[in-house]
């Protein structure tokens, strides 16, 4: 894919873990949200792309905007995969806005993001108190036909499937669904580690190789997620949350330099 534009201005570059949203043709952002223009851009057809759906494009203009210090992606037009081209082409704007919630639909983690009762935007269900709709997102970035890439995993929370019951909107739920982010974050470390050591960096490695690394280790986190719902009953019994608490506190810790805040 070719990014076409340039920047009328730029911040400071977002981490990766810093949320871009994204703005599609038919939404409008409310006049209560203020914003800045930093460029108008777009993604066409470079010609011998080996990724161009939408959601590689997407993630291209992600990339953009976060070394431009934008925050925000407004779709101008989208262009349909067609007879000319198989890929998915958009024109589009960086954005800088004051608040990005409205157009977020999930949270990356990081040591800076808490958990907080905003996120639970799911409708509430009778067999739990809430629910934390966590997931380790695993793709192949960077890559060229014939050259190498690199392994990217991000722990996200999804809003839409997380819920709350009314009753139970407490600091001892919040606290126990903080831990299951902390585990989550836990888990893409280990993951991490063991594309590391598989030494992936190439698309046949990728395709090879990755989802049974991936199945082993989310099989071994949704494992855990399953001992702390039951030994905390699903975060009711406070004690045993302290306990789980201290002990994910130090596992974090041993494994720090492979934290998602220094990715």
């Known amino acids: 894919m070719k990014i076409k534009g340039e920047a009328t201005q730029q911040f400071a570059p977002l981490k990766k873990n810093e949320a871009v949203a994204i703005i599609e043709e038919y939404k409008k952002i409310p006049d209560s949200i203020k914003y800045q223009h930093v460029g108008e851009f777009q993604l066409k057809d470079g010609g011998l792309t080996v990724d161009c759906s939408y959601e590689h494009v997407l993630d ?36 800088k806005m004051t608040d990005v919630f409205a157009f977020q639909k999930m949270l990356i983690w990081s040591k800076e993001h808490k958990i907080g009762w905003k996120y639970f935007k799911g409708a509430p269900k009778i067999e739990r108190p809430s629910f934390l709709c966590a997931t380790l997102n695993v793709d192949y970035k960077d890559h060229k036909i014939g050259g190498k890439g690199r392994i990217e995993v991000l722990p996200v929370i999804v809003f839409d499937c997380s819920y709350i019951q009314p009753n139970y909107q407490n600091k001892h739920q919040l606290e126990y669904n903080q831990l299951k982010f902390d585990l989550l974050e836990l888990y893409a470390r280990k993951m991490r580690e063991a594309f590391n050591a598989a030494n992936i960096d190439s698309q046949l490695k990728w395709q090879k190789f990755a989802e049974e690394i991936y199945n082993e280790i989310f099989n071994d986190f949704e494992t855990e997620i399953y001992y702390l719902e039951t030994e905390t009953n699903f975060g009711l019994e406070y004690t045993e949350t302290l306990r789980w608490k201290y002990r994910l506190k130090e596992e974090l810790a041993e494994t720090a330099a492979l934290s998602t805040d220094s990715i």
């Open 60 to 95: 291209l203009a992600k990339t953009k905007a976060r070394k431009l210090g934008g925050n925000a992606i407004r779709i101008i037009q989208h262009k349909m995969p067609g007879a000319f081209s198989s890929c998915h082409q958009i024109k589009f704007e960086i954005l």
